[in-house]
């Protein structure tokens, strides 16, 4: 692939995505963001309650939440259990100075305040623990990435950078840890391809001085904008996945705008690296021709 076809693929991917944003949240990202409102907060205590008992867990409700989302507990499951805070109301204590007040604050004393009185156990489950409906999901890449995967392994020894795989970063599919890349074990190829090179544009792009300079909101935008050019550049399926992912991170169009010059000089070094050169395209075609003739 050429430097002005890299170019020109790239301008465009970038400016369909600055228009995917600009429509709005997709049908998929509405329904996803609706379902996770379901589903609590639970504290830094609770967490590690949680995940003492049941290290796995990645969704965890009550009955009546896995209930309302067309789930049910499965038979001989157990429940973990966590610490729910218990609230009641307790009159304040006059004050015992011989002042005088005026009637206002006087009804002011005596009105009840909500407070915490205790604590008590109740139980929560993972949706591994669950069957029913399944729960809507953002949408993940497609294709065919031979050819392309090898080559971006090969940049990412270039680079320097360390790769492994790990089931236990679940629910994350990728993480970016400063010369180490992380990728949850098992995804299919294509998705493999898009949450690399997600993690590729961190690791290029927020270590450093730069890191300090952004936000989160940022670099999660920046990343994902550069898995999106290029996996649209080597021909995947994307559909609404990369937008979506943006917006779960409050990002938008403009500052997708912002941080042009950054995404498109990181993807052209990607997709300059992992796109056969015009000689190899050729030699390729040759071989194909030579095999089909014998």
């Given at each position: 692939?050429?430097?002005e076809?890299?170019?020109?693929?790239?301008?465009d991917?970038?400016?369909?995505l600055?228009q995917?944003?600009?429509?709005?949240h997709?049908e998929?990202l509405?329904e996803?963001l609706g379902?996770?409102?379901?589903?609590?907060?639970?504290?830094f205590?609770?967490?590690?309650?949680?995940?003492?008992?049941?290290?796995d867990a990645t969704n965890?409700?009550?009955?009546?939440?896995?209930?309302s989302?067309g789930?049910f507990?499965?038979r001989g499951?157990k429940g973990?259990?966590?610490?729910?805070?218990?609230?009641?109301?307790?009159?304040a204590?006059?004050?015992?100075?011989?002042?005088?007040?005026?009637?206002?604050?006087?009804?002011?004393?005596r009105?009840?305040e909500?407070?915490?009185i205790?604590?008590?156990?109740?139980y929560?489950?993972?949706?591994?623990q669950?069957?029913?409906?399944?729960l809507?999901?953002?949408?993940?890449?497609q294709g065919?990435?031979?050819g392309?995967?090898e080559?971006?392994?090969?940049?990412v020894?270039?680079?320097?950078?360390e790769?492994?795989?790990?089931?236990?970063?679940?629910p994350a599919k990728?993480?970016?840890?400063?010369?180490?890349?992380?990728l949850l074990s098992?995804?299919q190829?294509?998705?493999?391809f898009?949450?690399?090179?997600?993690?590729?544009?961190?690791?290029?792009?927020?270590?450093?001085?730069r890191?300090?300079?952004t936000t989160?909101?940022?670099r999660?935008?920046?990343?994902?904008?550069?898995?999106?050019?290029?996996?649209?550049?080597?021909?995947?399926?994307?559909?609404?996945s990369?937008a979506?992912y943006?917006?779960l991170?409050?990002?938008?169009?403009?500052?997708?705008?912002?941080?042009?010059?950054?995404v498109?000089?990181?993807?052209?070094?990607?997709?300059?690296a992992?796109?056969?050169?015009?000689?190899?395209?050729?030699?390729?075609?040759?071989?194909?021709?030579s095999?089909?003739?014998s």
């Open positions: 692939m050429k430097l076809d890299i170019k020109s693929r790239i301008k991917a970038v400016d369909y600055a995917s944003l600009e429509s709005g997709s998929v509405t996803y379902t996770m409102a379901r589903f609590r907060t639970y504290s205590g609770n967490v590690m309650l949680i995940a003492r008992q049941k290290p965890v409700a009550g009955i009546r939440t896995w209930n989302l789930r507990v499965k499951e973990i259990v966590i610490l729910a805070p218990m609230a009641g109301h307790r009159r204590r006059q004050s015992e100075i011989a002042i005088d007040i005026d009637t206002d604050n006087a009804a002011d004393e009105k009840p909500s407070q915490l205790r604590f008590r156990a109740v929560v489950f993972d949706i591994t669950t069957e029913g409906k399944q809507p999901t953002l949408t993940e890449v065919d990435v031979s392309y995967r080559r971006l392994f090969e940049f020894r270039s680079q320097g950078l790769l492994r795989y790990s089931e236990r970063i679940a990728g993480l970016s840890q400063g010369g180490k890349i992380i098992g995804m190829p294509a998705e493999e898009s949450t690399l090179v997600h993690e590729i544009g961190h690791e290029m792009l927020h270590r450093g001085d890191r300090r300079l989160k909101k940022v999660e935008t920046e990343a994902e904008a550069v898995a999106f050019v290029v996996c649209k550049a080597v021909g995947l399926e994307t559909g609404t990369s979506d943006i917006q991170w409050h990002g938008d169009a403009n500052l997708l705008r912002e941080s042009l010059e950054a498109q000089q990181t993807s052209a070094l990607i997709l300059g992992i796109t056969p050169k015009p000689e190899e395209a050729q030699e390729s075609e040759s071989s194909s021709e095999d089909s003739s």
